[in-house]
């Protein structure tokens, strides 16, 4: 346990470049989940090893001791570090919990103001006919800064309900929840054309589809954890979009129309910026709007070197980590039975 239990909390400085390497050279749904898997998978072993760094240091206290019937001299044999390193990691623990209680309460109520300006959903909202839905979604959207709710049919399975916000700031974001809901600005409907409207609105249904916001949830969480995986949080950002800029060429047929689409909508939306999207809503207006923009403009990229180098260093640091977390942790339950064996015979 001395040397495995630090593995989990080194191999994440090598992992995590090895990632967004290797993400590059991938499209953007594999990119997406290898970029989230690793940080969760690491995230993990984090804890793993935190947690087995802070037991340790509990069993050594003589209270504890006693209560387990443990000898402190056989725990004390094989504790790595000592009184200080276990101070250390429950620290470190205390901290990670901290963090992501805090940010989950963020979530949570950035979630439900943004349902809240929206309307109830369990209450029955009034269908719109083909025509009514295409008047709303036209150019006479206007009027005040006020709100207007307005939510379509459910066409076909694959679409979700449709929020109408009489904002003259553009915006458009895809908010998480039972029914997801695209949510998108008066202000946004004029600053595009018919066609640029119907990419947008396929880029926010493909993040609903896709549950996108899981994996900006899992992202934010694992930066708590480990400094190294904070490095991830912007990369798996941009991969979604990507993942949702493509199903939105695919659903309208036309590469161009979504690149204009992306870059008129970050255009719009930069003028008249609105503060109150919440964390989780992915909006087709968000990160590196150049890049997403020249990626669909150029469909076939030259092939990045160092594809295969990356995906080896990444399952070396994957397969290393969990297989140090589980040497750590079985080398622990050892040291606590030998422990209990030797306070049972009294040495």
């Given at each position: 346990m001395t040397v495995a239990v630090w593995v989990p909390l080194l191999l994440p400085f090598l992992a995590a470049p090895a990632a967004r390497l290797l993400a590059r050279a991938l499209p953007p749904p594999a990119a997406a989940r290898i970029?989230?898997?690793?940080?969760?998978?690491?995230?993990?072993?984090?804890?793993?090893?935190?947690?087995?760094?802070?037991?340790?240091?509990?069993?050594?206290?003589?209270?504890?001791?006693?209560?387990g019937h443990l000898s402190p001299r056989w725990i004390a044999a094989g504790a790595p570090g000592g009184a200080p390193v276990a101070g250390l990691a429950g620290l470190a623990l205390a901290t990670a919990a901290a963090l992501a209680l805090r940010i989950a309460r963020r979530h949570r109520r950035d979630l439900a103001r943004a349902r809240a300006a929206l309307g109830d959903p369990a209450r029955p909202a009034r269908s719109l006919s083909p025509g009514a839905l295409a008047a709303l979604l036209g150019t006479s959207v206007a009027g005040p800064a006020a709100r207007l709710r307005a939510r379509s049919r459910p066409a076909a399975p694959a679409e979700h309900p449709l929020a109408v916000l009489a904002d003259d700031r553009a915006d458009a974001f895809a908010l998480p929840g039972r029914p997801g809901r695209v949510v998108v600005t008066g202000g946004m409907l004029r600053a595009l054309s018919a066609p640029e409207r119907a990419a947008l609105?396929?880029?926010?249904?493909?993040?609903?589809?896709?549950?996108?916001?899981?994996?900006?949830?899992?992202?934010?969480?694992?930066?708590?954890?480990?400094?190294?995986?904070?490095?991830?949080?912007?990369?798996?950002?941009?991969?979604?979009?990507?993942?949702?800029?493509?199903?939105?060429?695919?659903?309208?047929?036309?590469?161009?129309?979504?690149?204009?689409?992306?870059?008129?909508?970050?255009?719009?939306?930069?003028?008249?910026?609105?503060?109150?999207?919440?964390?989780?809503?992915?909006a087709a207006h968000a990160g590196p709007v150049p890049r997403r923009v020249a990626?669909?403009?150029?469909?076939?990229?030259?092939?990045?070197?160092?594809?295969?180098?990356?995906a080896f260093v990444l399952a070396t640091c994957l397969s290393v980590t969990l297989t140090a977390a589980l040497d750590a942790t079985t080398d622990l339950h050892r040291a606590v039975e030998a422990a209990r064996s030797a306070g049972a015979a009294g040495r």
């Open positions: 970029l989230t898997g690793t940080a969760a998978l690491l995230a993990a072993a984090t804890l793993c090893s935190l947690g087995l760094l802070a037991a340790t240091g509990l069993l050594r206290l003589p209270p504890v001791a006693a209560l609105l396929a880029h926010e249904r493909a993040h609903l589809t896709g549950r996108h916001h899981l994996f900006l949830a899992a992202a934010e969480y694992a930066a708590v954890v480990h400094p190294a995986l904070r490095t991830l949080r912007a990369p798996i950002g941009y991969q979604l979009e990507r993942w949702a800029d493509e199903a939105a060429a695919a659903a309208v047929g036309d590469r161009t129309v979504t690149a204009r689409a992306v870059g008129r909508a970050a255009l719009a939306a930069g003028h008249a910026p609105r503060p109150d999207r919440p964390g989780l809503a992915p990626a669909l403009l150029d469909p076939h990229p030259r092939p990045r070197t160092g594809r295969r180098a990356a």
